[in-house]
């Protein structure tokens, strides 16, 4: 892995699917003060429970050029 430091304030997050995986990296971005928005059909638990405990904006659709 390589670590990138990244200044997210107040930057828009695109994290596209919902799986475990993608879970995973959205719970590190929780921690930074962005605007986060989940792309994907379907999700798993864990990324149920990160949208419902952070008030992330969840699409419930496959990904296209309109949500980059």
């Known amino acids: 892995m390589l670590p990138v430091h990244l200044d997210l304030t107040n930057k828009h997050v695109l994290i596209a699917g919902g799986g475990r995986i993608a879970a995973r ?6 921690m930074e003060p962005c ?25 419930k659709k496959k990904v296209d050029a309109e949500d980059v």
């Open 25 to 30: 990296r959205t719970s590190a971005l929780c």
């Open 35 to 59: 605007n986060i928005t989940i792309v994907s059909p379907d999700i798993c638990d864990e990324m149920a429970n990160l949208i419902e405990t952070y008030q992330l904006i969840w699409k």
